[in-house]
């Protein structure tokens, strides 16, 4: 194989190992890194694949997996704020970020490889990367490369270097741990209805609008902010208080996260706001998810005034 041959069936698999890595770290920009680093040992490594021994997307997953698992030694969870406490109650409190938490990031859908989106793109709801996190490393990777990717048992355990019998151990273990995250099927016309109902109300500034389509326990939270609210009351007083502050005349652009809707929020001064993420169940919004971050806004390349 010329190395022209090899670096283009290389980088074929560039997106799908983009959202692996996302898979298993919760953070795109440290999956960029990962992926690079998967490709550059590969590169270096080039002379000593088989190709009679494992097909070329078995050994880069291989060595995504040695990447991921390396990386992950020592780190902390990527959380979102449900996750470290209980709900504020109060609209009031102070909106104060906490940058020392590693929050859990989002995924732009156009960065991950058409056909794996479109295939496994319930893999990477929010709420199902948001479980995945409390999950050790190993299981992480074990419960992605069999039941998303579909890897045999026997090929996962050359991949981590053990055995089939652990391979089927850690993937019983990890199912129990996500068992009830949530993996609604992705695409729902009805589910895009409602989300466009919710920015034209929030374009108008009609809370009870915006009320009318949420369900009773609907959560809104706000990483870097360590905040999160539960319950239509909660979530209706803070976003009154969010137009008492920012004013009105906001606008709203459609985008895609997660296999979810999205949009990038701007302010009414033009500045891009937050980027929005939204869970939808029986036709309502169950979740919002608000980001407000440098890091998320560059990976998902939104201008920042409109």
Not at 46 to 64: F, G, M, N, P, V
Not at 144 to 152: G, I, P, Q, T
Not at 285 to 296: E, G, L, M, R
Request: with cysteine; hydrophobic share 45%; proline share 7%.
């Amino acid at each position: 194989m010329t190395d022209t041959t090899f670096q283009t069936r290389v980088e074929q698999h560039r997106g799908e190992l983009l959202a692996y890595c996302y898979r298993m770290l919760g953070s795109v920009h440290e999956a960029e890194d990962l992926v690079q680093d998967t490709m550059l040992r590969a590169w270096n490594a080039r002379e000593r694949y088989d190709e009679h021994k494992a097909s070329i997307r078995t050994w880069l997953y291989r060595i995504a997996t040695n990447v991921c698992l390396t990386a992950l030694e020592g780190k902390a969870r990527r959380p979102l704020p449900s996750g470290l406490g209980p709900p504020s109650t109060d609209p009031q409190t102070p909106l104060v970020p906490d940058f020392e938490v590693p929050w859990l990031e989002p995924f732009p859908d156009w960065k991950a490889d058409p056909a794996d989106l479109a295939v496994r793109r319930d893999s990477l709801r929010l709420a199902l990367i948001t479980a995945m996190q409390a999950l050790p490393a190993r299981q992480r990777a074990v419960w992605v490369l069999r039941e998303v990717l579909e890897f045999s048992a026997a090929e996962v355990a050359e991949q981590l270097g053990t055995t089939v019998a652990s391979v089927n151990s850690a993937l019983q273990r990890a199912r129990a741990g996500l068992d009830g995250a949530e993996v609604a099927p992705s695409g729902d016309p009805a589910a895009l209805r409602t989300v466009e109902a919710y920015v034209r109300a929030f374009e108008a500034a009609d809370v009870g609008a915006l009320v009318g389509l949420l369900t009773e326990d609907a959560i809104l939270e706000m990483p870097p902010v360590p905040l999160w609210y539960r319950g239509r009351d909660d979530y209706a007083a803070f976003l009154r208080r969010v137009f008492a502050m920012r004013g009105e005349g906001w606008r709203m652009t459609p985008t895609a996260a997660n296999g979810q809707p999205a949009v990038a929020a701007y302010a009414p001064d033009g500045r891009l706001h937050t980027l929005q993420v939204f869970t939808v169940a029986d036709g309502l919004i169950a979740h919002t998810a608000v980001f407000q971050s440098p890091t998320v806004f560059t990976a998902f390349d939104l201008p920042l005034t409109c």
